[in-house]
Nanobody, 126 residues
Framework: QGQPVESGGGLVQAGGSLRLSCAAS????????MGWFRQAPGKEREFVAA????????YYGASAKGRFTVSRDNAQNTGYLQLISLEPEDTAVYYC???????????????????WGQGTEVTVSS
């Protein structure tokens, strides 16, 4: 494994949608998960969502608010975070990360993740 590569961020108006992609580097085995976090200026990094690579189980943080959907495409070795009904409060740098764990109780913790992407910026205008 190596650093995953994110794409798909940008500027969008409130109510709009974006799909973020995260290409994993290297072979991703059944004991891996991909997580998404975000960090707004002056705030701590917060958990958004995670998906286990093999079974595709999904987990969401409070910030997802039922508007975000996490998924993965095993054949493409790529994870996705679909954002809809975006609000200005969703403005942040979004990071994907890879962890060698599938335990739901610890996937919200940034410390679990070994490999982090460079981040992609999402800006929502009002």
């Amino acid at each position: 494994q190596g650093q995953p590569v994110e794409s798909g961020g940008g500027l969008v108006q409130a109510g709009g949608s974006l799909r973020l992609s995260c290409a994993a580097s290297g072979r991703t085995t059944s004991d891996y998960s991909m997580g998404w976090f975000r960090q707004a200026p002056g705030k701590e990094r917060e958990f958004v969502a995670a998906v286990t690579w093999s079974a595709g189980r999904t987990y969401y943080g409070a910030s997802a608010k039922g508007r975000f959907t996490v998924s993965r495409d095993n054949a493409q070795n790529t994870g996705y975070l679909q954002l809809i009904s975006l609000e200005p409060e969703d403005t942040a740098v979004y990071y994907c990360a890879v962890a060698r764990s599938t335990l739901s109780t610890i996937l919200p913790s940034p410390q679990v993740y070994t490999y982090w992407g460079q981040g992609t910026e999402v800006t929502v205008s009002s």
